[in-house]
């Protein structure tokens, strides 16, 4: 069965860090592009931050540069979010994707729950003192 599963999440003050995990099972995320979505309450899902299959192209949202970074672990097949400097507006569910649709080696921040063919379960975390 290929799922994605997310661990990590929860409580943190603010300027404090978190690294959120996705592991895949079914295939191998390495080879593929994927990213980072949230959802705040009463907002809609938003892009954080994509990786590239070939891994040589990173990006991200305009309210996370230079505090996020996306990254991947080969021998666990494992996607990471470290997430650093937290402000409470990062405050929301966050979920990982993977496999675009269409495919496309290129990753996208486009936050469409068909936009990527796997979806993880979603993790709340939360920044608040």
Known sequence: QLQLVQ???GLVQPGG???LSCSASGFILETVPAGWF???PGKEREGVSCISSSGNNTYYANP??????VSRDKAKNLLYLQMNSLKPEDTA????AAVPNPYS?????EATKGRYHYWGQGT???VSS
Not at 64 to 69: E, L, S
């Open 7 to 9: 661990s990590g999440g």
């Open 17 to 19: 860090s978190l690294r």
């Open 38 to 40: 949230r959802q705040a």
């Open 64 to 69: 996370v540069k230079g505090r996020f970074t």
């Open 93 to 96: 569910v966050y979920y990982c």
């Open 105 to 109: 080696t290129i990753c996208t921040l």
């Open 124 to 126: 709340q975390v939360t």
